[in-house]
Nanobody
Framework: QVQLVESGGGLVQTGGSLRLSCAAS????????MGWFRQAPGKEREFVAA????????YYSDSVKGRFTISRDNAKNTVYLQMNSLKPEDTAVYYC??????????????????????????WGRGTLVTVSS
């Protein structure tokens, strides 16, 4: 069992930056692919970014590519999402998720599973990011 707790959300102006963190419990964290998803008001939850078990492979949605960076520190059982050049349309609740498999994004892709749990096994409760115009 893995528990995930997000932090780092808040209010930021357009063009600003935020860094989200996701702390994981459980000794098997380092074997899991991890991802970030978000849900804006009135919309379905969508995929944002994913990282492989060892950090060697990353995968991004087109909407955040070039602006967001996902990373992980397995020694600290933590995954991060650095968000730069934020836009009002990035406003959402951001969720951390983990899967009991090493890779996520290409073969095991969010499009394969669709909205809902996106094939992920564990979810945090989310942290709110609000980008003001």
């Amino acid at each position: 069992q893995v528990q995930l707790v997000e932090s780092g959300g808040g209010l930021v102006q357009t063009g600003g930056s935020l860094r989200l963190s996701c702390a994981a419990s459980g000794r098997t964290f380092s074997f899991y692919a991890m991802g970030w998803f978000r849900q804006a008001p009135g919309k379905e939850r969508e995929f944002v970014a994913a990282i492989s078990w060892n950090g060697g492979t990353t995968y991004y949605s087109d909407s955040v590519k070039g602006r967001f960076t996902i990373s992980r520190d397995n020694a600290k059982n933590t995954v991060y999402l650095q968000m730069n050049s934020l836009k009002p349309e990035d406003t959402a609740v951001y969720y951390c998720a983990g899967g009991s498999f090493p890779y996520y994004g290409v073969t095991r892709s969010p499009d394969l599973y669709g909205p809902g749990d996106y094939g992920m096994d564990y979810w945090g409760r989310g942290t709110l990011v609000t980008v003001s115009s």
